[in-house]
């Protein structure tokens, strides 16, 4: 679920100092600093409007749904790069950005609400922009035998469904099915094999 993030209209000394008690738990970085990049130069005053419109414009966009690092930079295009690169990092650092998060509530969603695979899932992260390093995180918690368990239900209830069909017709449309939505050939194989031996309960979502 995304996290409920405050509602900025200003990031003005009042709304830092509000943000900051919202974190109280977390670290102490002040909401006031901000920690430079190596190589990246403090910024000059007349950039400080500039820093408070691209914090109001990510924080904004994250009171709606959790993002992804990439996905917040892409909510901040047209202003200067390392400007947008620090705020990112800002938000990271208060925890309002985390790829790994996304990641894994991604993952449990999905394969609490869909009959899919290790392959449609990865899919679905890269396309969240998210870094190699969450979404390997997030995968790895995925792990063979819950796979096995969900093509076998659905292999199952098909077959129970359909058994009025050609056998061999119906397997090899199965095999289509369950590669389709992301099972690996191996998981495909099991679930088919074990199902033809016996059935379970499933209900398609």
């Known amino acids: 679920m995304p996290m409920t993030w405050p509602v900025c209209r200003t990031m003005d000394l009042q709304t830092e100092k509000r943000f900051e008690n919202r974190r109280a738990d977390r670290n102490s970085d002040s909401l006031a ?9 403090p910024l000059a005053d007349k950039d400080d409007e500039l820093v408070q419109e691209i914090r109001e414009i990510a924080l904004k966009a994250l009171e709606r749904r959790d993002l ?3 996905e ?5 295009i047209g202003f200067d790069e390392g400007l947008v690169e620090e705020q990112v990092s800002w938000l ?3 925890g309002y950005v985390d790829d790994f998060r996304v990641a894994e509530a991604l993952v449990s969603r999905l394969l609490r609400r869909k009959v899919v695979g290790i392959a449609i899932v990865r899919q679905q ?3 969240r922009k998210l870094s190699p390093e969450s979404i390997e995180s997030a995968l790895s918690s995925v792990d063979v ?3 096995r368990e969900l093509a076998l239900r659905f292999a199952a209830a098909k077959l129970e469904r359909e ?3 050609d056998r061999q017709v119906l397997v090899h449309r199965l095999t289509g099915q369950l590669l389709r939505r992301g099972f690996s050939s191996s998981t495909v194989s099991w679930a088919i094999n074990a199902a033809t031996n016996g059935g379970a309960d499933f209900e398609e979502s």
């Open 33 to 41: 600093e901000v920690i430079y990049l190596p190589g990246v130069k």
């Open 68 to 70: 992804s690092r990439r």
């Open 72 to 76: 917040v930079a892409e909510k901040l």
């Open 92 to 94: 990271e650092r208060l």
């Open 125 to 127: 992260l890269v396309a």
């Open 145 to 147: 035998d819950s796979q």
């Open 163 to 165: 058994s009025g069909q």
